[in-house]
Each structure stands twice: as C-alpha cells, then as structure tokens.
C-alpha cells in the first residue's frame, strides 16, 4: 500500500509505532492544514445592591457587594486537506474563568447560605499556578463525498444547534448534513455523550457529561421572492430519560431595509420514575418539597423580533424591538441557557433575581424561582436596541432596554387548585454598549448594564423585601484569526 501524503494528525499516530519511517520536517507535515479561532480576555467587574432581594447591610456578617474577574480564552482549530474526501479536525484551547479579584473593596464573599467562600481582601486564581483548563475540544473526521452535497461528521464535535451552545458545547457522535435540494439542508445526528457549559457542571463539584443518547433532526431552507428572503428551520431532539421531546422552529423575513423573527421552542420533559432528573434529585435532597425533581414538565418560550437596518441608506443606523413570552407551565426548552433566541440585555437572561432561566441545567439544577410540577408560570418581556456607527462603521454606540415580569404560581401543600402567587418579579435593564473594530482581527467592546429587580409578592403576600440592583462593567478584547 502506498501512502502519498500524510496529515499531520496521522504523522502523529503513525509516529508512535514507527517514528524514524515518517519523521519529516515541520514545514512540510504542516503545509495545506487550515488554522481558525481567536483570543480573547475579558475583565468583569460585578456591583451588587440588596443582592438577591436581601439588605446587604443586615446581619452579623454583610453579604458581598461585589466582585471582579480576569477571564482569558484562546482557541485553535486545525483542518488538514481533504484527501480521498476526508479531512482530520483538531481543536484546542485553553480556558480560564475564575479569576476572582476583590480589589479589597467588598469585605468577604459569601454563598447563597451565608457561608464565607473567601476573606475579605483575597481572591482566586491571580495568575500562578494552575489558573485554567487546557484540553482538547474537537476531534473528528469530516467526510465529503463527490458525488453529493453531503457532510458527515465523526467523533467529537460542537454542538451546533438553536439549543445549545456552538462555542462551548460538546458532543461525541455523528452527523450528517445534505444540501442535494437547493435552499433546503436536512440534518440528523446521534451523540451517545455530550455535555454543555452550564448543564450538570460541577455536579458534587466534578465536571460530568451525560451518557444518554442525543438525537437531532432538522430542516432548514432558504429562499428569495419577490417580496424578500425567507428563512425557516425546524429541529426535533429527543434524549433518553430525560427529554421526551423538543422542537424548535424559526420563521425568518428580510426585505430591504426591514426584518422580522419568529422563534418558537417547546420541550417535554422525562418524568418517570427512572428519569434522569429524578435520579439527580434523590441524590441531592430528597427532603426538598421544592425539590426540581418535580420541574414542570411541560414547557414553552415565543420570542418575535423587529428591526430595521438603514446601512443601504448610508445611514448606519440599526434598530430591533422584541417581545418573549410562554404559554406551558414553565420555560426550561433550551439545553443550554442562552441558546440562540432573540433577546437583548446581558444580566436579566440566566439571573437569580428575575427567575428567567431556560436552560435545563440552571433550571433543574438550581432553580429556585423556576416552576415546579403543579406551577404556572408566565414571563412577558419587552426589549429594544438601538445601535450607531462612525467612521465607516468601525466604531458602534448603542444602548438596549428590556422590560419584563415573571410571576410563578404554586400550588399550596395538600391542595389541587386555587394557586397563590409563589414568586412575582419585575425587572428593568438598561445597557449603553461600544465596540471599535480596531482592523478585520481585532475588536474592543464594553458595556455598563444595570438591572434592577423587584420581587412583588412571595408566597401569596405583598413582599417588602428591597429591590435588588446589579450593575456589570465588561471590558473585551478579541483577536479572531
């Protein structure tokens, strides 16, 4: 058999069983292999007033006002060529997000439950030592055949669909996509391990992953009319012992200057007696009568979205007003927690004072304002945005607004209706944003957001709880290669 060129990623294991047969110079084992991804750091910095609807004045032992971290994150990707219609994926990165600096500023860092988790005037991870995670984050063989539009993908990949996260979710499987059909691509992959960057870590302070399988089908399709493009896609998922089934679907319009979403999600989730959740929260408290084992099991989110664009105009003007809400008894239809719906804001998604939380992991893992079985709960969120640019769109300014409510209703001990209000929150959060895109590789951005939260009613009476203040100051530097 005659070898007529080698990928670097095969040098490197045909070189563990004969290293002096194929040793070559660098140049040559690296020459047509494709490397994408960036570096990127950004510094948080976290102000807290009344956190968590709780004077953080009160007590023997004042909760923190605050925090401050460095967070740095380099990528990489390899592709060799493509040889006899299969090509090799390598994917590296290094990974740092919990440089917890105080500054001295904000006494000592409590948990939820009061417990100090650092002194006053120390922090974590400063830079010496082990201060990250370094691995490997893709590692496959992509298959192109000839003589079709199909792609198939084999081993470790990104989760790259509408519910989780492409950047930092996982999963060990296959998939395959073909485009035979113009406009149109169907899909449908199958992972027997996947895991998601915030689903089931840190788990009794380990990292997991989950061994269900996970099976995906989509079609998504493309067209241009007479009256604009339109873009649709629909996904189905189902895992074993867990999810019985989710959908996505997204209706999408451009028209000259003008657009329009229309997303909608809905998940059923597994409440069997062997279900995975269930085996998750006997282990963590089976005492719990609010326990998450007994999350709603059906659930739903619609988000619709407006903008305009006026750059065809000359004028780099940029605006998008949005509304979400839900019709099922809770929201957890996402197995990541941010997803890709249409959403403004930076500090409202994912938050403990507002309650809005769709992602399975923050919602079953720590959800305390998420519905339960027997509980409704409704959300309603306006938002806008509103974006300039200068100097050939080089530097942005724009500010976004949201404007919400999240109102659980729960069932009393021993009763099967008649609900009292559990939880009724109201939340607004203005955010001024800047970005300058310094040349095609490199970016600089910042925000300021500032969320306040006031919790309404809890357990069925008006709350005078104080109203929680967050402000965040985000500073980031990417370098994209």
């Given amino acids: 058999?005659?070898?007529?060129?080698?990928?670097?990623?095969?040098?490197?294991?045909?070189?563990?069983?004969?290293?002096?047969?194929?040793?070559?110079?660098?140049?040559?084992?690296?020459?047509?292999?494709?490397?994408?991804?960036?570096?990127?750091?950004?510094?948080?910095?976290?102000?807290?007033?009344?956190?968590?609807?709780?004077?953080?004045?009160?007590?023997?032992?004042?909760?923190?006002?605050?925090n401050a971290t460095h967070r740095w994150r380099a990528q990489a990707d390899f592709?060799?060529?493509?040889?006899?219609?299969?090509?090799?994926?390598?994917?590296?990165?290094?990974?740092?997000?919990?440089?917890?600096?105080?500054?001295?500023?904000?006494?000592?860092?409590?948990?939820?439950?009061?417990?100090?988790?650092?002194?006053?005037?120390?922090?974590?991870?400063?830079?010496?030592?082990?201060?990250?995670?370094?691995?490997?984050?893709?590692?496959?063989?992509?298959?192109?055949?000839d003589s079709t539009a199909t792609t198939v993908i084999l081993g470790k990949q990104r989760l790259g669909t509408p519910l989780t996260d492409a950047l930092d979710d996982r999963g060990t499987g296959i998939l395959a996509l073909n485009s035979d059909i113009p406009g149109l691509t169907l899909a449908a992959g199958a992972f027997d391990s996947w895991s998601l960057d915030d689903m089931f870590q840190g788990y009794n302070g380990n990292e997991?992953?989950?061994?269900?399988?996970?099976y995906v089908l989509a079609a998504i399709y493309n067209t241009d009319t007479a009256i604009g493009n339109f873009g649709a896609q629909v996904w189905g998922f189902y895992v074993d012992s867990l999810v019985d089934s989710a959908i996505f679907a997204e209706?999408?319009?451009?028209?000259?200057?003008?657009?329009?979403?229309?997303?909608?999600?809905?998940?059923?989730?597994?409440?069997?007696?062997?279900?995975?959740?269930?085996?998750?929260?006997?282990?963590?408290?089976?005492?719990?009568?609010?326990?998450a084992a007994n999350a709603a099991t059906d659930n739903d989110l619609l988000s619709f979205q407006i903008g305009a664009n006026f750059k065809e105009y000359n004028l780099p003007l940029d605006i998008k007003l949005g509304y979400i809400t839900n019709f099922q008894d809770g929201i957890a239809v996402s197995f990541d927690d941010e997803g890709t719906f249409a959403k403004a804001g930076k500090l409202w998604w994912q938050n403990n004072a507002t309650g809005v939380s769709i992602g399975l992991g923050a919602t079953l893992l720590n959800g305390n304002y998420q519905a339960k079985a027997g509980d409704e709960q409704e959300i309603s969120v306006m938002y806008g945005t509103l974006g300039y640019g200068f100097l050939e769109d080089r530097l942005n300014i724009g500010i976004e607004g949201v404007f919400g409510e999240n109102e659980?209703?729960?069932?009393?001990?021993?009763?099967?209706?008649?609900?009292?209000?559990?939880?009724?929150?109201?939340?607004?959060?203005?955010?001024?944003?800047?970005?300058?895109?310094?040349?095609?590789?490199?970016?600089?951005?910042?925000?300021?957001?500032?969320?306040?939260t006031e919790l309404e009613t809890e357990n069925g009476v008006a709350s005078s709880k104080p109203d929680e203040d967050r402000n965040r100051a985000r500073v980031e530097v990417k370098y994209s290669f």
Avoid: C
């Avoid at 282990?283 to 719990?288: F, V």
């Avoid at 729960?410 to 109201?426: S, W």
């Fill in 79 to 145: 592709k060799t060529p493509t040889v006899n219609a299969v090509a090799l994926n390598l994917g590296v990165y290094y990974n740092n997000e919990r440089q917890n600096v105080n500054h001295g500023k904000n006494g000592a860092v409590t948990d939820a439950n009061g417990n100090t988790v650092l002194p006053a005037g120390l922090g974590n991870g400063l830079g010496a030592g082990k201060d990250g995670d370094f691995g490997v984050s893709v590692y496959n063989a992509t298959i192109t055949p």
């Fill in 208 to 214: 997991t992953s989950v061994d269900k399988p996970l």
């Fill in 251 to 291: 209706l999408g319009w451009k028209y000259s200057f003008l657009n329009a979403t229309l997303q909608y999600a809905m998940l059923t989730l597994n409440d069997d007696a062997e279900s995975l959740t269930a085996g998750l929260y006997g282990k963590i408290n089976p005492n719990d009568p609010n326990s």
């Fill in 1 to 66: 058999m005659k070898f007529l060129k080698l990928s670097l990623a095969a040098s490197v294991a045909l070189g563990a069983f004969s290293t002096a047969s194929f040793a070559q110079p660098l140049e040559e084992a690296i020459k047509g292999v494709d490397v994408s991804g960036f570096l990127r750091y950004r510094y948080n910095d976290d102000r807290y007033d009344n956190q968590n609807n709780v004077d953080n004045d009160a007590g023997p032992t004042p909760a923190a006002k605050g």
């Fill in 408 to 452: 659980v209703t729960r069932l009393p001990a021993g009763q099967t209706d008649g609900g009292v209000i559990y939880k009724k929150t109201k939340f607004t959060e203005i955010t001024p944003v800047v970005s300058w895109q310094h040349n095609k590789n490199l970016k600089i951005s910042a925000f300021y957001a500032m969320l306040s």
